[in-house]
């Protein structure tokens, strides 16, 4: 079965500092891997997508198949960033494609 | 488009009772997604449907939750009857495939959820 796994429930950071959001995955095939995220009293949305190596606001995530991780990486952390963090996993190729399965989310809070 | 509307926003109730919680995705999307989140388990997907067919309900708790979809601009998902433990925020989300097969990530939109409360 597949299930993803985000250790931290709460992250705190300065303002200017490295932020890493982990993420480990148990899969067993080539699943595609996103980060979305929910800003206070704002809707779930997309941040980014494993497969289109992209880079939004600021946010990276490499997908390391050996070590089954998705961890978001942002060099520079900004209070903006605040929110809460989920990453997920869908299946391309099973029968329930387009379900996502979860984490349980990471709440990031940037101090000033 | 005003996105997907979930209705009501907040809903209090006593334990027994029937909830309804209504969906509507946005026009021309073909797959709708129940998704129930709560500080325990995160977000966890109930059920979903493909052109207002249910596709996976294997999330579904327990026979007290359905989930229909009458038709493709509408769906609904009831719990009779309510338990405490039921307490959470449900999520609707459509996305399409654009009759490609392929589903398109960035237009898998979420709602803004209703709170649910049962005491």
């Known amino acids: 079965a597949q299930r993803v796994t985000q250790p931290e429930k709460l992250l705190s950071v300065f303002k200017g500092a490295p932020v890493e959001l982990k993420c480990n995955y148990s899969y067993s095939g080539s699943p595609e891997l996103f980060w979305y995220v929910q800003y206070s009293r704002q809707r779930l949305q997309l941040l980014l997508r494993?497969?289109s190596r992209e880079s939004i606001k600021g946010f990276t995530a490499d997908l390391n198949k050996g070590e089954t991780s998705f961890h978001l990486k942002k060099p520079f952390a900004q209070e903006e960033d605040s929110a809460m963090y989920y990453c997920?996993?869908?299946?391309?190729?099973?029968?329930?494609?387009?379900?996502?399965?979860f984490g349980q989310g990471t709440i990031l809070t940037v101090h000033p | 488009d005003a996105g997907v509307i979930q209705s009501p926003r907040h809903e209090v109730t006593e334990m027994g009772q029937e909830v309804t919680l209504r969906c509507k995705p946005i026009s021309g999307h073909d797959y709708l997604f129940w998704y129930r989140q709560t500080m325990m388990r995160g977000l966890e997907l109930l059920i979903y449907f493909n052109n207002n067919v249910p596709i996976d309900d294997s999330g579904m708790p327990e026979d007290r939750f359905s989930a229909k979809m009458p038709n493709a601009s509408f769906s609904t998902l009831k719990i009779q009857p309510s338990e405490p433990r039921d307490s959470a925020v449900y999520f609707c989300?459509?996305?399409?495939?654009?009759?490609?097969?392929?589903?398109?990530?960035?237009?898998?939109?979420f709602g803004s959820g209703t709170r649910l409360t049962v005491v």
């Open positions: 494993h497969i």
């Open positions: 989300a459509s996305s399409s495939t654009g009759g490609q097969g392929v589903i398109n990530w960035y237009g898998y939109t």
């Open positions: 997920a996993l869908s299946d391309p190729g099973g029968t329930s494609y387009g379900k996502l399965t």
